[in-house]
Nanobody, 124 residues
């Protein structure tokens, strides 16, 4: 059974940093695309960062470019989202997601596995 478990969310002041972690179990995603999405109240779920590890392609939403970085530790089967210079508009529930197939995905329907989400709140 595939499971993704996020951690690292919390309350931070504007300008601060957080690092989200996503531990995968049940299978390895070392050659699959994985992404981080977020959903704020009343808004659609959006992709903020994604990476196709087999091809090396990376996607960042314009709103987070230069501030967020997606990375992974294959030995730990863990994907990270480093978030710097956080803004109040980054407040949302953040989800980790993984694709069964290959290729970079940037929309929710392209992903097959989802974590339970972790809340990130940025105060002004």
């Amino acid at each position: 059974q595939v499971q993704l478990v996020e951690s690292g969310g919390g309350l931070v002041q504007a300008g601060g940093s957080l690092r989200l972690s996503c531990v995968a179990s049940g299978r390895t995603f070392s050659r699959s695309a994985m992404g981080w999405f977020r959903q704020a109240p009343g808004k659609e779920r959006e992709c903020v960062a994604a990476k196709d590890w087999s091809a090396g392609n990376t996607y960042y939403a314009d709103s987070v470019k230069g501030r967020f970085t997606i990375s992974r530790d294959n030995a730990k089967n863990t994907v990270y989202l480093q978030m710097n210079s956080l803004k109040p508009e980054d407040t949302a529930v953040y989800y980790c997601a993984a694709r069964s197939g290959y290729g970079l995905g940037t929309v929710p329907y392209q992903y097959d596995y989802w974590g339970q989400g972790t809340q990130v709140t940025v105060s002004s």
